[in-house]
Nanobody, 123 residues
């Protein structure tokens, strides 16, 4: 089992930056991902990082070049650095862990979820 807790959300103006952090407890080393869900919309993957050493990463086209995912295994954290934020980035952001894949790029790859943290970008 894995317990995930997100932090770092908040209100920021367009063009600003936020850094989200996901703290994991229990078994770690799984592939990890960040998702987001805006009101009335589906939960979509934003970024993913491979299991263990985090050698591989993946980003949704909408955030490529602006967001960076990283992991610190000794600290058991996975961060999402978000730069040049846009109003359309407004959503609840979720951290998730996938135990059966090297790196998950689909919702169904993930078994464990955090409670989410709100990110609001004002124009």
């Amino acid at each position: 089992q894995v317990h995930l807790v997100e932090s770092g959300g908040g209100l920021v103006q367009a063009g600003g930056s936020l850094r989200l952090s996901c703290a994991a407890s229990g078994r770690t080393g799984y592939a990890m991902g960040w998702f987001r869900q805006a009101p009335g919309k589906e939960r979509d993957i934003v970024a993913a990082i491979s299991m263990n050493d985090g050698r591989s990463t993946w980003y949704a086209s909408s955030v490529t070049g602006r967001f960076t995912i990283s992991r610190d295994n000794p600290m058991k954290t996975v961060d999402l650095q978000m730069n040049n934020l846009k109003p359309e980035d407004t959503a609840v952001y979720y951290c998730a862990a996938a135990r059966m894949v090297y790196m998950g790029t689909k919702l169904g790859d993930y078994q464990f979820w955090g409670q989410g943290t709100q990110v609001t970008v004002s124009s």
